[in-house]
């Protein structure tokens, strides 16, 4: 059997055994159904949007050439922490960005370092390691698209995007 012949047979099992369904079970039947992780996110996304909650705020903002949390955010990093302490189910991305001023690669790796202060911090406050995940956007991701202080300024931060 040819190279291709053998690819093409090998794909095709791969294929279907991707298609298969399990038999389903009478085994739950007659049982209360569970709640859907659709109504329990409900619940909780309400909780993190209430805009007079401290979880509504979700941005860290850094200093020019800067990765230090500043100590105006560590009631910030609480609530989360504590949020997600009691939601250990829950998980955050931590999203580094910087200004437009650099070069990608140098303005990638302060992104990366900002999202990992932030995740350092909420490891301090007791959030599980396997809750947070750090990734850098670099400058590719602005909130802000002048070419000013203000607007570098709006996009020097780390976001925390709950999943």
């Not at 047979?9 to 389903?24: E, I, M, P, Q």
């Not at 302060?110 to 400058?139: D, P, Y």
Request: some cysteine.
């Amino acid at each position: 059997m040819s190279k291709t012949n053998r690819f093409a047979v090998l794909a095709t099992f791969v294929l279907l055994a991707g298609c298969h369904n399990a038999a389903k079970t009478p085994e739950n039947a007659g049982t209360e159904p569970t709640p859907s992780s659709e109504a329990v996110a409900t619940v909780t996304a309400d909780e993190l949007n209430d805009p007079n909650s401290p979880l509504a705020k979700r941005s860290v903002y850094f200093d020019f050439d800067q990765y230090s949390v500043k100590p105006e955010y560590q009631s910030l990093l609480q609530a989360h922490a504590d949020y997600l302490r009691s939601h250990p189910s829950r998980h955050v991305l931590i999203q580094g960005n910087t200004d437009e001023r650099g070069t990608s690669e140098y303005n990638l790796a302060l992104g990366q370092r900002r999202s990992q202060a932030v995740m350092s911090g909420l490891e301090t406050l007791g959030v599980q390691a396997s809750q947070l995940e750090a990734v850098s956007l670099g400058k590719e991701k602005p909130v802000a698209l002048g070419h000013d202080e203000d607007s570098w300024a709006q996009n020097r931060r780390a976001d925390l995007v709950y999943r």
